[in-house]
């Protein structure tokens, strides 16, 4: 059984650009959650993709959107991206079982310059 | 005021020391995790709980849900203990989490 994993680990961009960043599920996971987290804080929530469905969505603007994948595969694309945009981008997934917590992946840093 | 609320901010302890970390929520809740962050990032999940009390060697995590507060102890504290501990509360079931800010744990040798 493989774990989440995370591609790429890091990413420079400049503003402006557009960004894909990519997750693969734990084996037998069906859902996916994405979080932001800003240096020294806790990670924020962005979306939920559940069998290829968004299931829900914090508090981030449209030019953050995702795909979930028939593999339940996942990826963040984030359009016109902006100096605080650079964080750590984490992914999660779990099967849709009401006791199974989430299994995290190893996240990646994008910086914006 | 956020959501969820993390106590202390940093905590240095020296090894073997009995340690505390609190969370207090403001929501109602499906379930509560506590969290692992090591440098570079990678987060691994402690426990999910949403009653009582639960062990795993020598951590320990509590939940009283009248009072909207979670505690994870420590026993016998570890400098490979030291990382960030967060605190998330589930509010349905999807398993969309809200996160504190994290405890900043040092343990000394």
């Known amino acids: 059984e493989t774990g989440v994993t995370q591609s790429p680990t890091h990413l420079i961009k400049t503003r402006g650009q557009q960004v894909t960043l990519r997750c693969s599920s734990q084996?037998?996971?069906?859902?996916v959650s994405w979080y932001q987290q800003a240096l020294g804080q806790g990670p924020q929530f962005i979306f939920q993709?559940?069998?290829?469905?968004?299931?829900g969505r914090g508090n981030f603007p449209p030019r953050f959107s995702g795909l979930q994948f028939p593999n339940y595969s996942s990826e963040l694309n984030v359009n016109a991206l902006e100096l605080d945009d650079s964080a750590l981008y984490l992914c999660?997934?779990?099967?849709?079982?009401?006791?199974?917590?989430?299994?995290f992946g190893p996240g990646t840093r994008l910086l914006v310059l | 005021k956020n959501e969820v609320e993390q106590s202390p901010q940093n905590l240095t302890a020296q090894e073997g020391e009995f340690i505390t970390i609190n969370c207090s929520y403001s929501v109602g809740i499906s379930a509560l995790h506590w969290l692992q962050q090591h440098p570079g990032g990678g987060i691994v999940s402690l426990f999910m709980?949403?009653?009582g009390k639960k062990k795993h060697g020598r951590l320990i995590a509590t939940i009283n849900i009248q009072e909207k507060h979670s505690s994870l102890h420590i026993t016998a504290s570890h400098p490979r203990d030291s990382a960030v501990y967060i605190c998330a509360v589930d509010r349905g079931s999807a398993r969309q989490l809200t996160f504190g800010s994290g405890t900043q744990l040092t343990v000394l040798p």
């Open positions: 709980l949403s009653s």
């Open positions: 999660a997934s779990s099967s849709s079982g009401k006791e199974e917590t989430q299994y």
């Open positions: 084996s037998g996971h069906n859902t």
């Open positions: 993709y559940y069998r290829e469905e968004e299931n």
